[in-house]
């Protein structure tokens, strides 16, 4: 397992076009075994869930997004594909559909970059657009 420094940008942006833009610098760990590499860092009260644990999963055909803390949920990212799933907060459910518009998977050795792009509804409002750029750098020391 390797220790790294993960830079986050969220991009999101709604029916109107307007955009709301996010970044994130934080800690984390990276770690790959066969066909599964796996990132992980906490969340801060910047994001709003501090308490929260983010995980990532990338596997040959998809990317899963697990949080566990504050919130709870799971994310899967194909490409072209639309799912359902259950955002788990203090305050109720949500239930989503999200649609993957594309994956950039640049993650190698701890190093790199890993961009999704993808909507987000959520029952009864507006679906809003998606970009998260993950930029991960191994620490040396």
């Known amino acids: ?4 420094t ?4 969220s991009l ?5 076009g307007d955009d709301e833009r996010m970044q994130l610098v934080t800690k984390g760990t990276y770690e790959e ?3 599964l590499r796996i990132l992980r860092y906490e969340e801060t009260e910047l ?9 990532i999963e990338l596997r040959p055909d998809a990317v899963a997004l697990i949080r566990t803390g504050t ?6 990212f194909r490409p072209g594909r639309t799912d ?3 955002y788990r907060t203090s305050y109720g459910d949500l239930r989503l559909q999200m ?18 792009r993808y909507d987000v509804s959520v029952t009864g409002m507006d679906t809003r657009y998606h970009e998260l750029t993950i930029h991960l750098r191994k620490d040396t020391h």
């Open 12 to 16: 999101q942006r709604d029916g109107r």
């Open 47 to 55: 994001t709003g869930m501090e308490g929260t644990k983010t995980t």
């Open 99 to 116: 649609h993957t518009y594309e994956i950039n998977d640049q993650l190698r050795d701890g190093n790199g970059t890993l961009m999704l």
């Open 71 to 76: 919130v709870l949920m799971r994310q899967e």
């Open 6 to 9: 993960i830079s986050i940008h």
């Open 84 to 86: 359902g799933m259950t």
């Open 33 to 35: 075994c066969d066909d």
């Open 1 to 4: 397992m390797d220790k790294v």
